[in-house]
């Protein structure tokens, strides 16, 4: 693909995508992770003397009205904080927008109508509002939409912004040709939901480390009861498929609780136990200490290290410490570490880790389908306009 750093941007319009699809909790920003990340493309335009109008989806609107919950207008204040200026928020764009600003950010490109079946007509309206169009949003590269492919065909010129090279590199890094041993952690609350990447990381990865929920699922299939555990029985058998083919660890002990997931709170309990001990009304939350100190061992002699997904409730910190030990040991690990997905931030968050992670993904669905093997329709396009 052609970078947008190699690119004259000097008195150009450009028009950057961004996925600054951010969590809002009453209008309030949660994590400005994604922000944060594409703040030094839009730096780098702007250094470069372009015009530049960033846009971005934010949550699933309907098409066609305008909805103040989804509306950018959070976003626009984080920018103009962070980058010590104003940034408009232009509303009606679409049709073309006047504006004395060489910096706006346009309102949400989901309130268009057309732009999630990637409508032609759209695309079209957006590639003329520029000279460059510059794909960054890497967490909506997995998405062919108006504003991530369809503008992509019609711009003038089509490009990878910074942060989108980046996050390609850290994961080729990892899945093309990495220093070895590979170990890959999977955690999360569905083996079903997680299937292709397990297969997929399972021909990679010299060791495979599941944890939450999906590991449930292989403690099943060891043939240990598992009480009241979130597991998928139908799936025990891919469970063992899996485990026949790589070095699969799972929990050999772990921490059980009795509550009731309605009743979880800061003051729950948890007791630890074998994997063969746990009762009928029992269920498994979190690893027990032995497999967290096994895993937090394979993870600190790893050369290379692939993490999605957490291996507990962490949110209570009863049933924090699976995840809490292995995001230690990732940080601590001198191997080349990366991390993505919502609930894996959320993690990385929660203990500070974020600067000792060699590259922290901000995909979530772009992320899992990149490890898949999938390719990016967005990437893509920019390779066939790469080739002219
Ligand atoms: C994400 O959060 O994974 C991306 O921003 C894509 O959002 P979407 O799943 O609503 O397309």
Known sequence: ???????????????????????????????????????????????????VAV??????????????????APVAKYLSEKLGREVPLVKDWVDGYTSD???VLLENVRFNVGEGKNSDELAKKMAALCDVFVMDAFGTAHRAQASTHGVAKFA???????LLSAELEALGKVLDNPARPLVAIVGGSKVSSKLSVLEAVSKIADTLIVGGGISNTFVA????????????????????????????????????TKEGFKAWNHNSVAVAKKANEIQADEEIIDYGPETAARVA???????????????????????????????RAIADSEGFSVAGGGDTLAAIDKWNLAD?????????????????????????????????
């Open 101 to 103: 600003s060489d910096l």
């Open 297 to 327: 061992d394979i993870i600190k002699n790893a050369k290379t290290i692939l993490w999605n997904g957490p291996c507990g409730v962490f949110e209570f910190d009863a049933f924090a410490q699976g995840t809490e030990t292995i995001s």
């Open 1 to 51: 693909v052609k970078l947008m750093k190699d690119q004259d941007l000097a008195g150009k319009r450009v028009l950057i995508r961004e996925d600054l699809n951010v969590p809002l909790d009453n209008g309030r920003i949660t994590s400005t992770v994604r922000i944060d990340a594409a703040i030094p493309t839009i730096k780098a335009a702007l250094e470069k003397g372009a015009k």
């Open 356 to 388: 000792k992670i060699s590259y922290v993904s901000t995909g979530g669905g772009a992320f899992l389908e990149f490890v898949e093997g999938k390719k990016l329709p967005a990437v893509a396009i920019l390779e066939e306009r790469a080739k002219g």
């Open 221 to 256: 299939s060891a043939g240990n009861e598992v009480g009241n555990s979130l597991y998928e029985k139908d799936l025990i058998p891919e469970a063992q498929r899996l485990r026949a083919a790589t070095d699969v660890v799972f929990a050999t002990d772990v921490r059980v």
């Open 156 to 162: 003038p010129v089509a490009v990878a912004g910074p």
């Open 55 to 72: 846009m971005s989806h934010l949550g699933r609107p309907d098409e066609g009205v305008y909805e103040e919950s989804s509306s950018l």
